[in-house]
């Protein structure tokens, strides 16, 4: 059955899950692109895949829901769409286990969330912890970045007095100006890479437990980088 009305609960299920507030209370989320939409069916947990009319024949084990490619069109938030989609369960956090963990402390571009999400499967950091005030990992413009490494790696949000617990465990390092240069520091243990907000860096609070300070030395009249450029850069320099 292709659906065509904007009254099914389908539809409206799924238009809702473009609010966090949604996503949060049915822990789920909706991701969009062929691509996307089969990295999930490889690596998370896929409630059910929409799809616009003209992918009615796409063969799969789980619940199809068919949409006219009119009211596809209204579902996604592409600007190009293949008229792939699906909705998700979100994963359940687990304990830390990762010699190397990056620490997110309020990025709040979706953007730069994505591609630093990418950045962390190709460098070995597989537990990312998260504080408040940093932007939803499930926006659509973040899971579009992450190109299917959101699902394989495990998030953790953390309050200031749980990440100090960490300490005795963790080598807490962190991006900032007047730090060592990052290609003449070795760290040998178990570390937390501190990663602060675009515009006013660290909080004081993640500052206050960092042990060493890391820059990246750079040429000409530039002052900083992208938060994901400079993230991605720091976790090859110390995976």
């Given at each position: 059955?292709?659906?065509?009305?904007?009254?099914?609960?389908?539809?409206k299920f799924i238009s809702?899950?473009?609010?966090?507030?949604?996503?949060?209370?049915?822990?789920?989320?909706?991701?969009?692109?062929?691509?996307?939409?089969?990295?999930?069916?490889?690596?998370?947990?896929?409630?059910?895949?929409?799809?616009?009319?003209?992918?009615i024949d796409y063969k799969?084990?789980?619940?199809?829901?068919?949409?006219?490619?009119?009211?596809?069109?209204?579902?996604?938030?592409?600007?190009?769409?293949?008229?792939?989609?699906?909705?998700?369960?979100?994963?359940?956090?687990?304990?830390?286990?990762?010699?190397?963990?990056?620490?997110?402390?309020?990025?709040?571009?979706?953007?730069?969330?994505?591609?630093?999400?990418?950045?962390?499967?190709?460098?070995?950091?597989?537990?990312?912890?998260?504080?408040?005030?940093?932007?939803?990992?499930?926006?659509?413009?973040?899971?579009?970045?992450?190109?299917?490494?959101?699902?394989?790696?495990?998030?953790?949000?953390?309050?200031?007095?749980?990440?100090?617990?960490?300490?005795?465990?963790?080598?807490?390092?962190?991006?900032?100006?007047?730090?060592?240069?990052?290609?003449?520091?070795?760290?040998?243990?178990?570390?937390?890479?501190?990663?602060?907000?675009?515009?006013?860096?660290?909080?004081?609070?993640?500052?206050?437990?960092?042990?060493?300070?890391?820059?990246?030395?750079?040429?000409?009249?530039?002052?900083?980088?992208?938060?994901?450029?400079?993230?991605?850069?720091?976790?090859?320099?110390?995976?």
């Open positions: 059955m292709v659906i065509s009305s904007t009254d099914n609960q389908k539809y809702k899950l473009k609010q966090k507030k949604f996503r949060d209370k049915e822990n789920t989320f909706i991701i969009e692109s062929k691509k996307l939409v089969e990295e999930a069916l490889s690596s998370a947990d896929v409630d059910f895949i929409f799809l616009s009319e003209d992918n799969t084990d789980k619940q199809k829901v068919i949409f006219s490619n009119a009211l596809f069109e209204k579902l996604t938030g592409m600007v190009s769409t293949d008229g792939f989609g699906a909705v998700v369960k979100k994963k359940e956090s687990k304990p830390l286990s990762s010699a190397r963990v990056l620490l997110l402390d309020q990025i709040n571009d979706p953007g730069n969330m994505g591609t630093i999400i990418r950045s962390c499967e190709a460098f070995g950091y597989n537990d990312v912890i998260l504080t408040s005030g940093t932007v939803d990992i499930y926006n659509e413009k973040t899971l579009r970045a992450s190109m299917g490494s959101i699902f394989r790696l495990n998030f953790i949000y953390m309050s200031y007095e749980e990440i100090k617990t960490l300490k005795n465990s963790y080598k807490m390092v962190a991006a900032d100006m007047s730090g060592y240069d990052i290609n003449e520091c070795e760290i040998n243990e178990d570390l937390i890479l501190a990663i602060g907000n675009e515009a006013n860096g660290l909080s004081d609070d993640i500052r206050s437990l960092t042990d060493t300070f890391v820059k990246i030395p750079m040429q000409g009249q530039i002052e900083s980088l992208n938060a994901a450029i400079a993230a991605s850069i720091i976790m090859n320099k110390l995976s």
